[in-house]
């Protein structure tokens, strides 16, 4: 339980112009760091943190998030600005970060079942766009040089993943163990391309304006780093391979076209 009066102090002291007291309430969903909006006498704010518990090794890095944001302020990617980042865990329990609140609209359905052809089509187009922005960002003006370790991104992402799952395994599933041994055979050469990648580019990690097709955040940067910018593509060209039916939604089984929704082909020959 966190002691409102307790952060309200704190941020009281650490951001300019923040004025208590405040209310917490959590966002539903399943954020793998809990997402609070903070409403206050001086705005609402939305404070991220770090789980409770014994956690991953780099897993739930809300200071790569909120280092992250901060760099990219003033670039053609738009994020909610981030104010203060906390590591004095004697505050709410764990380490966690507050930015600005973005009032707007997230999808969670890739078919966008509410929206006409038309709307469908611009929105799209603008995830492509932003995409792109992202993998464009000059990575030394931007202070992220050394946001990510060098070598081969597929090498290291799926050691990463190998030693996490092995870590929190429970049983012996053989399709996993087939399953880490193909990738591992089977990693794309090393071609030298390295952007800022989000790591997690899918639809309900954007915030929408409240009524243009224009996305007014980014959200979810906790997978971010220095890697291969296909990758990110990738993850989300996955939404069109994946069945409608499925409890992640995608976009297999689906008339596209009568949507307005760009098939896979042509959403990356719009990246491209």
Same mark, same amino acid.
């Given at each position: *339980?966190?002691?409102?009066?307790?952060?309200?102090?704190? !941020?009281?002291?650490?951001?300019?112009?923040?004025?208590?007291?405040?209310?917490?309430?959590?966002?539903?969903?399943?954020?793998?760091?809990?997402?609070?909006?903070?409403?206050?006498?001086?705005?609402?704010?939305?404070?991220?943190?770090?789980?409770?518990?014994?956690?991953?090794?780099?897993?739930?890095?809300?200071?790569?998030?909120?280092?992250?944001?901060?760099?990219? !302020?003033?670039?053609?990617?738009?994020? @909610?600005?981030?104010?203060?980042?906390?590591?004095?865990?004697?505050?709410?329990?764990?380490?966690?970060?507050?930015?600005?609140?973005?009032?707007?609209?997230?999808?969670?359905?890739?078919?966008?079942?509410?929206?006409?052809?038309? %709307?469908?089509? +611009?929105?799209? $187009?603008?995830?492509?766009?932003?995409?792109?922005?992202?993998?464009?960002?000059?990575?030394?003006?931007?202070?992220?040089?050394?946001?990510?370790?060098?070598?081969?991104?597929? @090498?290291?992402?799926?050691?990463?993943?190998?030693?996490?799952?092995? +870590?929190?395994?429970?049983?012996?599933?053989?399709?996993?163990?087939?399953? *880490?041994?193909?990738?591992?055979d089977n990693i794309p050469p090393?071609?030298?391309?390295?952007?800022?990648?989000?790591?997690?580019?899918? !639809?309900?990690?954007?915030?929408?304006?409240?009524?243009?097709?224009?996305?007014?955040?980014?959200?979810?940067?906790?997978?971010?780093?220095? %890697? $291969?910018?296909?990758?990110?593509?990738?993850?989300?060209?996955?939404?069109?391979?994946?069945? $409608?039916?499925?409890?992640?939604?995608?976009?297999?089984?689906?008339?596209?076209?009568?949507?307005?929704?760009?098939?896979?082909?042509?959403?990356?020959?719009?990246? @491209?």
């Open positions: *339980m966190i002691d409102e009066q307790k952060l309200s102090l704190y !941020l009281e002291e650490k951001i300019d112009g923040f004025k208590g007291p405040l209310t917490l309430k959590k966002f539903p969903g399943g954020q793998s760091n809990p997402t609070y909006l903070i409403t206050a006498a001086s705005g609402k704010y939305v404070l991220r943190s770090k789980p409770p518990g014994k956690l991953l090794k780099s897993a739930h890095a809300v200071d790569r998030e909120y280092a992250v944001t901060k760099a990219l !302020l003033g670039t053609d990617v738009p994020v @909610a600005t981030p104010h203060h980042l906390c590591q004095d865990e004697a505050i709410i329990g764990s380490w966690f970060y507050v930015m600005d609140y973005r009032e707007g609209r997230i999808f969670w359905d890739p078919s966008l079942p509410d929206m006409t052809k038309e %709307g469908r089509t +611009a929105l799209y $187009h603008e995830m492509n766009r932003v995409l792109s922005a992202i993998h464009s960002v000059d990575l030394v003006k931007q202070g992220l040089g050394d946001f990510g370790k060098p070598g081969n991104y597929y @090498a290291r992402q799926i050691g990463r993943w190998t030693t996490q799952y092995k +870590a929190s395994e429970t049983e012996h599933i053989a399709p996993m163990e087939q399953l *880490m041994a193909w990738v591992g090393d071609d030298g391309r390295v952007s800022l990648i989000h790591g997690d580019f899918r !639809l309900d990690n954007f915030i929408f304006h409240p009524e243009k097709p224009e996305i007014i955040a980014v959200v979810d940067w906790e997978l971010s780093t220095l %890697g $291969h910018p296909l990758a990110d593509l990738a993850y989300q060209c996955m939404q069109w391979r994946m069945p $409608h039916s499925s409890i992640v939604k995608g976009l297999d089984g689906l008339d596209r076209t009568a949507l307005g929704i760009p098939t896979e082909e042509a959403y990356v020959q719009e990246y @491209a």
